[in-house]
């Protein structure tokens, strides 16, 4: 049973900088791409940035390019989210998801974590 759990959401004001981690059990993560996505209340889940299973190559939305790096420590079984310069529009429900091959933008993850909230007031 493969089972994601992300950490680290929090409340924030604006400008403030958080750091989301995804880990897994009953598999190891060093052989998966890994995304995060986010979803706001009334909107559409959405693509915030991914890692290939190396590291050697990593995407990033639009909207977060520039403030948010994704990072992995396959020692430690764990995919990170360095949250800075963080904006009001960045609240949402965070998630990370694993797959197997070549690391995608699109929401074509085989696992899904249950999502770690993340709040920044004005």
């Known amino acids: 049973q493969v089972q994601l759990v992300e950490s680290g959401g929090g409340l924030v004001q604006a400008g403030g900088s958080l750091r989301l981690s995804c880990g897994a059990s009953?598999?190891?993560?060093?052989?998966?791409?890994v995304g995060w996505f986010r979803q706001a209340p009334g909107k559409e889940r959405e693509f915030v940035a991914a890692?290939?299973?190396?590291?050697?190559?990593?995407y990033y939305s639009n909207s977060v390019k520039g403030r948010f790096t994704i990072s992995r420590a396959n020692a430690k079984n764990t995919v990170y989210l360095q949250m800075n310069s963080l904006k009001p529009e960045d609240t949402a429900l965070y998630y990370c998801?694993?797959?197997?091959?070549?690391?995608?933008?699109?929401?074509?993850?085989?696992?899904w974590g249950q999502g770690t909230q993340v709040t920044v007031s004005s």
């Open positions: 009953g598999r190891t993560l060093s052989v998966y791409a």
């Open positions: 998801a694993m797959r197997r091959g070549g690391v995608t933008q699109r929401a074509e993850y085989d696992y």
């Open positions: 890692i290939s299973w190396s590291g050697g190559v990593t």
